[in-house]
């Protein structure tokens, strides 16, 4: 600082020296141009004198025969008028003087002038001359002479015209030589004074001849330090006047020249050094405080900057909790040894995140009521902070707190309410350090900041889970609320969006009930994900499920699907699949646009693909013929529909993904349909996690009404009383005799090879028959958990085998980890007699 | 012999018929087929009715099968007996048993 402070008058002291250069510059070049302006002004008055004489001159006449005329006609001229106070006289071609306006005694006509310098000029050269001070022969005063040539008849030079001034009334007369100033003076050309300060009456020489050499090798300039008769240290500014070889003085003393720019800078280097002076005082003063400030300048730096990172990383934060978090979190960095945060809910304080507080004191102090007596509770009803800085003066103020006060060393405690944007109070902030007087001005600050954060960010945590919500339910409005309900068919589905950022992406499902008591069961998928995609995926399946009432095939339904798909922005190459089924007949009919093939699971556990009905998917390319396929599905079977996030994975080949689908599917063909969509998801998956969107949707034909479900060891005499319960279920139903003995048969051998071969003789096993009806139909599944298969296998099985296929109209049987199912199905015929 | 079935032996030496009424599964086709093999050991032809089952699966075709063995080992000659739409007929001729063992719609009783 004092540098500076030195700097700065360093500085000043330049300018201000060069502020006086300055001024003593141009005062210096004031004065010189009064020179000049004093010498255009000698030189007017001689050239106009000259002038004068010269017209006088050009009258004819002068000659020394003539000089009484000669003398009239120069007083007639009145030559003081005209500044020739000492009068205008002739010269012959000689250098004697006839004639003048002033009177000559007569005894001294003709006057010898021949010694005059001028006269002697003027008849060698012919050219008008002015002379240097002279003395007057007759008026015995200093003058100055001009003079012109005369010329007679011949025009011949014959004289010399003469005009002469006394220097001592020259300064009265001729003021304006001077501009009225006592300081110009008019030297002649041996340094003679012409016009002095003062009526010149003697010849004088002011200046040294070297001094004057000077200013007539210079022509004009100024001179300083000059000492001599104008007086010691003389500032001389000159000019020559060429016409009359004058030169022109102006002299003053430096005082009078430089005092303005010499004050100027005296006094401006005094309050220079007084600023300095005072400076300098000051300095040591300011020093201090200039290093307190620049501390505190850096704190709130690092302040701002902790306060900054903090608000970053709590905005992208989604939650309530994870906001609160993040918030004691950061406090506990700053070595704080505990921190809570409460918001208000219902007339209660709830807390929201906590920080080195015990389980105990959490527990505690989960909930508090508002009206509590504590600084958590008391912030929020005043709006105002609460600190303490020692445990003395916590418990003092809350006595009731001593206990979780000691545990927690509550020495520096603050407790701030936390607020919205709008000032809103919504809960408070409540920090402790186990060390008394922790917080200082610093820090209370960066609490304060973290306080007004948490409090914004908590408010925007919670207006963002709102809106989360609200955006998750309008993502799941475009999905169907639910499956129908049917009491012939069972349903399940489960859902994968494959944007992180989305709960429903591109892929959808509807299920309907048709006017003519068939369902449709649709699954579809638009290409890609994201946003752009659920939007398509929304309005292409309200389109379908506005559609499908009016539409007699699945088939139809696909068309007309096309014609609207083209107007929905990413509605093209959408792939769908459409099912109509006939709950109570079991009659499929199906279409498929592009989309993966339904999977088609017996009730026997065996599975294939639908490979039927297949197209292009939509608008690829428009107006393609669609098919439709047909299947009977048997009761108890079930339909897999899926999207190709299921089976396409970029390191597979959608045919293994196919055979693993139908493989697991089949492994799980027992299960309900919404275990089997949730367990299908998961094991297809199970590797590695979905690139795309999947959904998954399963149908199963329930049999209309079960007429039996008997679990039975597998005995040989458990075979009897079973087709005496059949005997009685078939005239319940009213089977026709027909019927009856085939279903009795064929349903005997498939538990005759339960009995025969299921299991190792030693065991004991069971076998399951269910058995039911549907209105045209019987359907009888026999199942048992055994592996053991005799060694007759084959032969025996094989005649059971075609016994079974031969008087069923459905066999099938499959033999999976958990044991043999056989499914029969016996189309009735309803219309004979009985 | 449970009470699912019962077999009666009529006839002459020459001839006997084995007539099996009610019901034959996996629980009683063994026991009958001992019953009729030890019967009818010695007797050169063997005419096993059917005509009277109310029902009979597979276990009754292996019971005819075994007979059929067995009657070419003794050089006696079986016949099976089992009208049209009788339970067992349906299955014998599902089970194309004519090609190893006549089947009559009925039989003369002695001859």
């Not at chain 1, 009491?487 to 309907?512: N, Q």
């Not at chain 1, 292409?540 to 083209?566: D, H, M, Q």
């Not at chain 1, 639908?610 to 299947?631: I, K, M, N, V």
């Not at chain 2, 007979?67 to 016949?79: S, V």
Request: proline share 5%; net charge negative; charged share 20%.
């Amino acid at each position: 600082v004092t540098a500076a402070i030195l700097a700065v008058a360093v500085a000043g002291g330049i300018v201000a020296w060069r502020g006086y250069q300055s001024t003593r510059a141009s005062a210096l070049r004031e004065i010189q141009q009064q020179a000049t302006a004093a010498a255009r002004n000698a030189d007017t008055f001689v050239s106009d004198r000259l002038a004068l004489l010269s017209t006088l001159a050009s009258a004819r006449g002068y000659s020394a025969t003539q000089r009484g005329s000669i003398d009239r006609f120069l007083v007639r001229i009145n030559p003081t008028a005209h500044g020739f106070s000492a009068g205008i006289g002739w010269i012959d071609a000689r250098g004697y003087l006839w004639a003048a306006s002033i009177p000559i005694p007569a005894r001294l006509i003709p006057i010898d002038a021949r010694s005059r310098q001028y006269v002697r000029d003027l008849l060698r050269t012919g050219t008008r001359q002015v002379s240097g001070v002279l003395f007057a022969q007759i008026l015995r005063v200093p003058v100055i002479v001009m003079s012109v040539p005369t010329y007679g008849s011949d025009r011949r030079l014959n004289g010399i015209l003469t005009g002469s001034t006394e220097l001592g009334r020259l300064e009265q007369s001729e003021r304006a030589l001077r501009f009225g100033s006592t300081s110009v003076r008019i030297l002649d050309s041996t340094g003679h004074l012409v016009i002095g300060n003062a009526p010149v009456t003697s010849i004088t020489t002011p200046l040294a001849p070297s001094q004057l050499a000077l200013m007539h090798s210079r022509r004009a300039g100024v001179l300083q330090h000059v000492s001599g008769a104008l007086g010691d240290n003389r500032v001389i500014a000159f000019a020559s006047v060429p016409i009359a070889n004058w030169t022109v003085l102006v002299d003053v003393s430096p005082g009078a020249l430089f005092g303005d720019a010499r004050q100027k800078l005296e006094i401006e280097l005094a309050a220079l050094l007084a600023v300095v002076i005072l400076s300098l005082i000051g300095a040591g003063l300011m020093a201090r405080q200039l290093g307190n400030s620049l501390e505190r300048e850096r704190e709130a730096r690092l302040r701002t900057e902790l306060l900054e990172a903090h608000a970053t990383r709590v905005a992208a934060l989604p939650s309530v909790p994870a906001v609160a978090g993040a918030t004691v979190d950061t406090l506990a960095s700053l070595g704080l040894a505990t921190a809570a945060i409460y918001l208000v809910r219902d007339k209660q304080l709830d807390l929201i995140a906590a920080r080195g507080v015990s389980d105990r004191v959490r527990d505690l102090t989960a909930h508090l009521p508002a009206e509590a007596d504590t600084p958590v509770a008391e912030v929020i009803r005043t709006g105002a902070p609460i600190q303490t800085n020692t445990i003395e003066e916590f418990t003092a103020r809350y006595p009731h707190l001593r206990g979780v006060a000691q545990e927690l060393r509550f020495n520096s405690t603050i407790a701030m309410p936390l607020k919205t944007v709008d000032g809103r109070t919504i809960g408070s902030l409540r920090v402790s350090a186990t060390e008394p007087q922790w917080l200082d001005e610093g820090r209370r600050a960066l609490l304060f900041g973290l306080a007004a954060e948490c409090g914004v960010a908590l408010e925007r945590a919670r207006l963002l889970e709102q809106e989360h919500q609200i955006a998750s339910q309008l993502q799941h409005s475009l999905l169907p609320d639910q499956l129908i309900t049917h009491e012939r068919l069972s349903l399940g589905c489960s859902y994968y969006a494959g944007d992180p950022s989305l709960e429903v992406g591109g892929d959808w499902y509807e299920t309907l009930h048709l006017p003519d008591g068939r369902v449709a069961i649709t699954v579809g998928d638009v290409v890609g994900h994201g946003l752009a995609a659920t939007m398509a995926m929304g309005r292409l399946r309200a389109t379908l499920a506005a559609l499908a009432p009016t539409c007699i095939s699945p088939a139809e339904l696909i068309n007309r699907l096309e014609v609207f798909a083209e107007q929905i922005p990413g509605g093209a190459s959408s792939t769908v699949t459409c099912a109509f089924i006939h709950p109570e007949t079991g009659q499929l009919a199906y279409a498929s646009a592009g989309h993966p093939p339904i999977l088609a699971i017996e009730p026997s556990g065996s599975a294939r693909f639908l490979e039927r009905g297949r197209s292009w998917p939509l608008t690829f390319p428009a107006g393609q013929e669609r098919y439709d396929a047909y299947e009977t599905l048997t009761p108890g079977s079930a339909l897999l529909f899926y999207s190709d996030g299921l089976i396409e994975r970029r390191r597979d080949r959608v045919d293994d993904r196919l055979s693993r689908l139908r493989e697991t599917a089949k492994a799980l063909a027992h299960r309900e349909p919404q275990q089997l969509c949730d367990e299908l998801l998961a094991r297809m998956t199970a590797d590695a996690p979905p690139e795309d969107d999947i959904v998954i949707l399963a149908v199963k034909l329930l049999p209309a009404v079960q007429l039996l479900d008997a679990r039975l060891p597998a005995e040989p005499s458990q075979l009897a009383p079973l087709r005496s319960r059949l005997r009685e279920l078939m005239d319940q139903e009213m089977i026709a005799v027909a019927d009856r003995e085939r279903i009795m048969l064929a349903l005997g051998e498939a538990c005759a090879n339960v009995v025969k071969h299921a299991y190792d003789p030693q065991q004991q096993g069971e076998m399951r028959v269910t058995i039911s009806r549907e209105d045209h139909a019987l359907l009888a599944v026999v199942a048992d958990q055994g592996r053991w298969r005799s060694p007759r296998l084959e032969s025996d099985c094989g005649r059971g085998t075609l016994i079974m296929r031969e008087l069923s109209n459905s066999f099938d049987r499959t033999h999976v980890a958990s044991g043999t199912s056989v499914s029969l199905r016996f189309d009735l015929d309803t219309d004979q007699e009985l | 012999v449970s009470d699912l079935a019962t077999l009666s032996i009529s006839g002459s030496s020459e001839q006997l018929v084995a007539e099996i009424a009610g019901e034959i599964d996996l629980s009683n086709a063994s026991s009958l087929e001992w019953q009729i093999t030890e019967a009818t050991a010695d007797c050169p032809a063997l005419i096993v009715d059917l005509s009277a089952l109310t029902y009979m699966d597979s276990a009754g075709v292996n019971l005819i099968r075994n007979l059929a063995t067995q009657a070419i080992d003794r050089g006696q000659a079986l016949r099976i007996v089992a009208p049209s739409d009788s339970p067992a007929r349906v299955l014998l001729d599902l089970m194309s048993i004519q090609a190893t063992v006549p089947v009559d719609e009925s039989y003369e009783p002695a001859v």
